[in-house]
């Protein structure tokens, strides 16, 4: 309930306002979400308004890098335990030690 409530209504309502070209009850809600949209982008309507919104209001691309930073290993740590799914061949000869250990040159 307090998902709905809190955030799933007042996505459904921005979408719903900004869609249907609703200027002023968009322009009081990007208020009270402390939404500032540069010059240009008052400018827009539609859906490439609601992309710019969206954009500010949920920044997911920020939340996905440092989700990826954060949580995943580094390519040369991946890069040993992950051969064996790479790599058809003997995993014993020199190009499996060279992507096992990263190397570019073998």
């Known amino acids: 309930r307090a998902f709905n409530m809190f955030i799933l209504d007042p996505i459904f ?3 719903d306002a900004i869609m ?23 400018d827009l309507s ?7 919104v969206m954009k ?7 939340a996905l890098l440092e989700m990826m930073v954060l949580h995943l290993p ?7 335990y ?6 058809e061949g003997p995993l014993d ?7 096992r250990k990263c190397d570019s040159k073998r």
Do not use: H
């Open 13 to 15: 309502k921005l979408f």
């Open 20 to 42: 249907n070209m609703k200027k002023e009850e968009t322009d009081k809600m990007l208020e009270k979400l402390n939404i500032r949209l540069k010059p240009e982008e008052k």
């Open 93 to 99: 000869d020199e190009f499996a030690e060279g992507i």
């Open 46 to 52: 539609g859906k490439p308004l609601l992309k710019v």
């Open 82 to 87: 992950r051969v064996e799914t790479l790599y």
């Open 74 to 80: 580094s390519p040369v740590t991946a890069q040993a």
């Open 56 to 62: 500010k209001f949920l920044p997911a691309a920020e």
